[in-house]
């Protein structure tokens, strides 16, 4: 069993911050890669920021220097620390996870790679 728990969506204005969270169980654990997606109405799945188990990260051109992706192993739970945001931010945002392995950047960022998903959180940003 597996099961991935997304909290921390709302709604903000522009510039704003928020932090979502991702409790992690079962078997789930820090040798898994883990990562953040999203998905905008009539757009497609897109992937965020990701971070593997060795704790290095991978971010969407559209929010690299505003966003932060990082994990607690102790307490098996995922980040993503929102900077900044911008109305094309607004998306449910989804928490993943797959175990670890060696993959190119493509592979890392894509959704098809992640075998487990949360049920996601809604983000909101108002002009």
């Known amino acids: 069993q597996a099961q991935l728990v997304e909290s921390g969506g709302g709604s903000v204005q522009t510039g704003g911050s928020l932090r979502l969270s991702c409790a992690a169980s079962?078997?789930?654990?820090?040798?898994?890669?883990m990562g953040w997606f999203r998905r905008a109405p009539g757009q497609e799945r897109e992937g965020v920021a990701v971070i593997a188990n060795d704790e290095t990260t991978n971010y969407a051109d559209s929010v690299k220097g505003r966003f932060t992706v990082s994990r607690d192993n102790a307490k098996n739970t995922l980040y993503l620390h929102m900077n900044s945001l911008k109305p094309e931010d607004t998306a449910m945002y989804y928490c993943a996870a797959a175990r670890a392995s060696t993959w190119s950047l493509s592979r890392r960022m894509a959704a098809s790679t992640y075998t487990y998903w949360g049920q996601g959180t809604q983000v909101t940003v108002s002009s």
């Open positions: 079962g078997y789930i654990t820090s040798f898994y890669c």
